[in-house]
């Protein structure tokens, strides 16, 4: 759970990183940053600031902030009636991401996923992306991500996005952030 004020704090920051990687955001657009903390209160080390741009019926485009160290969750995009899951590309536009999917693991990884959620971050094989490089992942297909030591934003294109029915590994993980009170 997060206050409204650190959510506040949290999307200067974003917006801080987006700009940072040549990007500029209005000050509404700052406002419409989700920070996502996927239900566990470990912000810095479990989430990331998404600006979402467009996300219809056949496409999507979103930037992603991420602070450093910083991991997202491994999950996947399922089949929803009759869209077979998303389709989604990543392209560092800032700093550095290593990506982790199926496939033969890394003997030496440069990123190791947080150790308090034993069996949540099954795919192991890595891929490090820089400023320019993109990789694109199939529907239904497990990923997991964590930023460099700089931290690092990453536009998205996909098909359409519905979050709301990702798949995470760890059941207790929640996509959606709980606010609370300032008190």
Request: proline share 8%; hydrophobic share 35%; glycine share 8%.
């Amino acid at each position: 759970m997060m206050s409204q004020s650190e959510i506040d704090q949290r999307q200067q920051e974003a917006s801080a990183m987006f700009a940072r990687a040549g990007l500029f955001f209005k000050q509404q657009e700052q406002a419409d940053i989700e920070i996502a903390d996927f239900g566990f209160s470990q912000f810095e080390r479990l989430g990331l600031g998404v600006y979402v741009y467009v996300n219809t019926d056949r496409c999507c485009a979103k930037e992603l902030a991420m602070w450093p160290g910083q991991t997202c969750p491994e999950h996947r995009h399922p089949p929803v009636r009759d869209d077979p899951g998303k389709e989604e590309t990543f392209r560092v536009r800032w700093g550095r991401m290593w990506l982790y999917v199926p496939g033969p693991a890394a003997a030496a990884p440069h990123c190791q996923p947080p150790t308090d959620h034993p069996g949540a971050f099954t795919v192991r094989h890595e891929i490090e992306l820089n400023p320019g490089d993109q990789y694109t992942i199939q529907p239904n297909t497990l990923h997991w991500f964590q930023a460099g030591p700089q931290g690092c934003v990453v536009s998205e294109f996909s098909t359409r996005s519905t979050d709301e029915h990702d798949i995470f590994t760890d059941p207790a993980l929640q996509r959606a952030t709980r606010v609370s009170s300032d008190g």
